[in-house]
C-alpha cells in the first residue's frame, strides 16, 4: 500500500494534503474527541467551542483556549509536520488551529477553522489581534467597538472563512492526490472536501491510526511514522 502510495504521489501533478487533528496528536495537542483532562474533564468541549458557550461564560471559554494555546506553545512539531513543510509543491488543507505546520516551515498552509494565534471581535467589527501563544491574553473588550474579544476560531455552527473554505474547495476539486491525514472525517462541509476529491478522480490515501474511515488507499498508523515515509522523494 505505501508503494502505491508513494508511487501515485511520484506522479502527482496537483497533490493536496487535507489534515486533522491526528496529525498534531504525537506532538502532544489531545484530539478534540479525546475526554478532557484535569481541569476540563468536566466540560464539554462542544459547549467550549460555541458562540452559545461564549455567550453564556466568554471567561470560561477564553480560560480554555488559553490553556490550549499554552499547550500549542510548548508543543514541538513532529515527523509528518516537518515532512509536509519540506514538500513545498503540495498545498496544506487543515481543520487544526495550532500553528505547528508553520513552525515546522510549511508556507502555504489553508487553515478551514481558523487560527489560535489570533483573536477577533465577537460583535463582528472586523477588529483583529496577534497573540502570542505562549502568554495568550485574558477576557478584555474590542479597543474599536467594546464587544468581548474571542479566538478567531470557527465555533460549531459558525460558518467557515470564506476566502479559505473556497479556496479549500477548488483545491480538492482539481486534485490528482489528496492525501488524507489524522481526521475522522466527521465534521461537515470540511470533511466534504473528500468526496469532491474523490468526484474529480483523484487517488484518495488515508492516514490514520485507525483503519477504515475514508476508502482509498489505507496506510494504517501514526502520522509521524508514515507521513514521512510518504512524502520523502
Ligand atoms: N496519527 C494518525 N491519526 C491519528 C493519530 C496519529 N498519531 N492520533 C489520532 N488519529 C486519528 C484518529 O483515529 C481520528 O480519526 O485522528 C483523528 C482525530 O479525529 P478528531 O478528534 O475527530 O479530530 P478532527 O477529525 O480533526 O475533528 C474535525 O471537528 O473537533 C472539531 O473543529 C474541530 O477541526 C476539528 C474538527
Given at each position: 500500500?505505501l508503494?502505491?502510495?508513494?508511487?501515485?504521489?511520484?506522479?502527482?501533478v496537483?497533490?493536496?494534503?487535507?489534515?486533522?487533528?491526528?496529525?498534531?496528536?504525537?506532538?502532544g495537542?489531545?484530539?478534540?474527541?479525546e475526554?478532557?483532562?484535569?481541569?476540563?474533564?468536566?466540560?464539554?468541549p462542544?459547549?467550549?467551542?460555541?458562540?452559545?458557550?461564549?455567550?453564556?461564560?466568554?471567561?470560561?471559554?477564553?480560560?480554555?483556549?488559553?490553556?490550549?494555546?499554552?499547550?500549542?506553545?510548548?508543543?514541538?512539531p513532529?515527523?509528518?509536520?516537518?515532512?509536509?513543510?519540506?514538500?513545498?509543491?503540495?498545498?496544506?488543507?487543515?481543520?487544526?488551529?495550532?500553528?505547528?505546520?508553520?513552525?515546522?516551515?510549511?508556507?502555504?498552509?489553508?487553515?478551514?477553522?481558523?487560527?489560535?494565534?489570533?483573536?477577533?471581535?465577537?460583535?463582528?467589527?472586523?477588529?483583529?489581534?496577534?497573540i502570542?501563544?505562549?502568554?495568550?491574553?485574558?477576557?478584555?473588550?474590542?479597543?474599536?467597538?467594546?464587544?468581548?474579544?474571542?479566538?478567531?476560531?470557527?465555533?460549531f455552527?459558525?460558518?467557515?472563512?470564506?476566502?479559505?473554505?473556497?479556496?479549500?474547495?477548488?483545491?480538492?476539486?482539481?486534485?490528482?492526490?489528496?492525501?488524507?491525514?489524522?481526521?475522522?472525517?466527521?465534521?461537515?462541509?470540511?470533511?466534504?472536501?473528500?468526496?469532491?476529491?474523490?468526484?474529480?478522480?483523484?487517488?484518495?490515501?488515508?492516514?490514520?491510526?485507525?483503519?477504515?474511515?475514508?476508502?482509498?488507499?489505507?496506510?494504517t498508523?501514526?502520522?509521524?511514522?508514515?507521513?514521512p515515509?510518504?512524502?520523502?522523494?
Open positions: 500500500m508503494d502505491a502510495a508513494k508511487a501515485a504521489l511520484r506522479k502527482a496537483r497533490p493536496v494534503t487535507f489534515s486533522g487533528a491526528g496529525l498534531s496528536a504525537e506532538s495537542i489531545p484530539t478534540f474527541r475526554a478532557q483532562t484535569g481541569l476540563w474533564a468536566m466540560y464539554d462542544m459547549a467550549l467551542a460555541s458562540p452559545e458557550g461564549f455567550a453564556t461564560d466568554p471567561e470560561l471559554v477564553v480560560g480554555w483556549y488559553n490553556e490550549r494555546r499554552r499547550n500549542v506553545a510548548s508543543a514541538q513532529n515527523a509528518a509536520h516537518c515532512a509536509m513543510a519540506g514538500r513545498q509543491d503540495i498545498v496544506h488543507v487543515t481543520q487544526n488551529v495550532d500553528n505547528l505546520l508553520e513552525r515546522a516551515g510549511a508556507n502555504d498552509v489553508v487553515h478551514l477553522h481558523g487560527s489560535l494565534d489570533r483573536d477577533k471581535c465577537s460583535g463582528g467589527c472586523g477588529h483583529r489581534e496577534d502570542d501563544l505562549a502568554n495568550p491574553l485574558p477576557l478584555r473588550p474590542c479597543p474599536l467597538c467594546g464587544h468581548w474579544m474571542r479566538p478567531d476560531v470557527v465555533w455552527g459558525e460558518q467557515l472563512p470564506r476566502v479559505g473554505w473556497l479556496r479549500a474547495d477548488q483545491l480538492a476539486a482539481e486534485a490528482d492526490v489528496f492525501v488524507v491525514i489524522g481526521t475522522s472525517a466527521q465534521v461537515y462541509p470540511a470533511a466534504g472536501l473528500i468526496a469532491t476529491a474523490r468526484r474529480a478522480d483523484a487517488i484518495v490515501i488515508e492516514v490514520n491510526i485507525e483503519p477504515g474511515a475514508t476508502p482509498g488507499i489505507q496506510l498508523g501514526p502520522a509521524g511514522r508514515i507521513v515515509e510518504l512524502l520523502s522523494l
